[in-house]
């Protein structure tokens, strides 16, 4: 498989589909979702998407309150051969963890994405010290019961995924990984590699950080998403805004778009399956296709390597990139 082909042959679970590298992210940092602020442009970019070939969708029930569900499931009513190519992931979380419950948020999900079968169900946060197998439980007979085809685990640690592998299969996790934050690397994506676990990444831009995007005087308003993310803790952040000034000069250097880099340098990491992306309008959704089609030589990607190294390592390991303890 080379980095910049956008069909796989990746299977994933029961599911049919194959999964392509590049996914749609479904959560729109600083968006209102009561006023539905945007939609129009998140459906061109999911339009966009389509029509080049990206079919991998996420989202979760906890994006906007169920609000990016519903979203995705009128784009796929509202053309009937949507729902048939799109390889469709959701998760869920709850404090109940039951598998009566679990089953109940996976009946949830479909009515709210209008479909009778979702590609891949994901746990979205696990709770820590508590006892996981009765959700896996739940999801495995939703599995058998053919409303789901695949079951992933996000945020999990290895400890968490081997306790829920005693009951069921794990085929997916999907979690942070940029060339900010790579601590997924020293045992959670090797214990993926060994089990054969499709490794799907989020925050592959670092929340928009890698876009070059931010001023180092952060402006977002007082109940911003972003404020939660660790990256943008205002201790961390000059550091974190120096070194994303090495790595514009590094892009400059090498003739590519900072985006380009830090997609590529992911899609060239061992283990990573399929990286997501978040797209507001068309605009950056086709910004984010051409990135994953360009090609980056070998030196640059070693470069990036070689930065990264310099840097990530200092940002303190909170366990994941929003620095929560579930
Ligand atoms: N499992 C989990 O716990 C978890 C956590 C987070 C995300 N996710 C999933 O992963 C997806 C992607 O994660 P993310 O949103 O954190 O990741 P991200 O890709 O690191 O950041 C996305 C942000 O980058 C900016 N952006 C995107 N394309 C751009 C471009 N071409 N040029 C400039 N800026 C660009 C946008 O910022 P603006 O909005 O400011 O334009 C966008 O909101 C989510 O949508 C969601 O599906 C999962």
Redesign the pocket.
């Known amino acids: 498989m080379t980095s910049n082909q956008i069909q796989t042959t990746v299977q994933i679970g029961q599911s049919a589909k194959p999964l392509t590298r590049l996914g749609m992210?479904?959560?729109?940092?600083?968006l209102d979702h009561n006023q539905q602020q945007g939609e129009a442009d998140i459906l061109a970019a999911m339009q966009a998407a389509l029509d080049n070939g990206i079919t991998h969708f996420?989202?979760?029930t906890g994006y906007g309150d169920g609000y990016s569900e519903r979203l995705l499931g009128r784009f796929m009513a509202a053309d009937s051969t949507r729902r048939d190519r799109i390889f469709l992931a959701s998760?869920f979380a709850s404090d109940d963890m039951s598998a009566a419950k679990t089953i109940e948020a996976v009946d949830a999900s479909r009515s709210r994405m209008q479909t009778d079968m979702i590609d891949l169900y994901y746990v979205?946060?696990p709770r820590t010290g508590k006892d996981l197998r009765p959700l896996m439980e739940g999801l495995e007979t939703a599995r058998q019961q053919g409303k789901i085809q695949a079951i992933g685990v996000?945020?999990f640690s290895v400890a968490q995924m081997e306790q829920i592998a005693e009951v069921g299969h794990i085929d997916a996790h999907?979690l942070?990984y940029?060339l900010l934050w790579r601590y997924a690397e020293q045992d959670i994506i090797p214990y993926c590699v060994q089990h054969q676990i499709a490794v799907v990444v989020?925050?592959?831009?670092?929340?928009?950080i890698?876009?070059g995007?931010y001023a180092r005087q952060l402006e977002f308003v007082p109940d911003d998403q972003r404020w939660s993310i660790l990256l943008f803790r205002p201790d961390l952040w000059p550091q974190v805004y120096d070194s994303v000034e090495d790595f514009k000069s590094l892009a400059a250097n090498a003739g590519h778009p900072l985006?380009h880099l830090a997609l590529q340098w992911l899609l060239h990491q061992v283990g990573v399956t399929s990286v997501?992306?978040?797209?507001?309008d068309e605009k950056?959704a086709l910004?984010?296709i051409a990135?994953f089609k360009s090609e980056m030589p070998a030196s640059v990607l070693n470069e990036l390597t070689a930065l990264s190294d310099r840097i990530a390592w200092q940002i303190p390991n909170e366990g994941n990139p929003f620095g929560y303890h579930p």
């Open positions: 992210g479904g959560s729109f940092y600083g996420d989202t979760a998760k979205h946060w996000s945020n999907q942070g940029n989020y925050s592959a831009l670092a929340h928009g890698l876009a995007k985006v997501l992306v978040s797209a507001k950056q910004a984010n990135a």
